[in-house]
């Protein structure tokens, strides 16, 4: 990738690189337990917390281990969730995709207007074979999500990670760029 990081525009949304200046907005959705109950944090308390998280953004296109969108509407340039991809591995042309969206906006139709472009993005212009999504079996809202965009469900694995104190069982769910012709 170059050093300048891509916008994607679809029909409502502008996903853009998140800066130091939304870490406010960041911390508004991130602060809500509910938001990322499914995601192994803890609500946000400070914005040192949104400014560790824009760091890690900023770490994982360094690295080359993925990218992070920050997910706006057009007409309010305001970072309402993130969407992208992380835990790349270039060598097998896949990468794990995640998403967060702020409460207000759930139901709408963002998270998957989002993740449809996020994953086209990803087969045609990072060349991915395999797109992964690690899911808590409680998070049914994404599981949903992830299952209408064509993604399936691989099986679960047992206490794969460690967060917040606990141990978490995900389900391993993914799509391949041949889905997508079907």
């Not at 995640?98 to 906006?105: D, H, I, P, V």
């Not at 472009?117 to 808590?136: M, P």
Request: hydrophobic share 35%; with cysteine.
């Amino acid at each position: 990738m170059n050093n300048q990081f891509p916008i994607i525009e679809t029909e409502r949304l502008i996903l853009r690189e998140v800066t130091k200046a939304d870490a406010e907005d960041m911390l508004l959705y991130l602060s809500e337990p509910e938001v990322v109950k499914h995601m192994g944090l803890e609500p946000f308390q400070s914005i040192e917390d949104a400014y560790d998280e824009i760091t890690w953004y900023e770490s994982i296109v360094k690295n080359g281990t993925g990218i992070r969108w920050g997910i706006t509407l057009k007409e309010d340039n305001r970072v309402i969730g993130s969407c992208g991809f992380l835990n790349r591995v270039s060598k097998h042309y896949r990468s794990e995709v995640g998403f967060e969206l702020s409460k207000e906006y759930w139901g709408k139709g963002v998270a998957r207007e989002a993740l449809e472009a996020v994953v086209k993005y990803g087969f045609q212009q990072l060349e991915l074979e395999r797109i992964e999504a690690l899911i808590e079996p409680a998070n049914l809202p994404s599981q949903r999500l992830v299952e209408k965009r064509g993604f399936q469900r691989e099986g679960l694995l047992r206490h794969y990670e460690y967060t917040c104190g606990k141990f978490d069982d995900l389900y391993m769910y993914s799509l391949l760029k041949e889905d997508l012709q079907d």
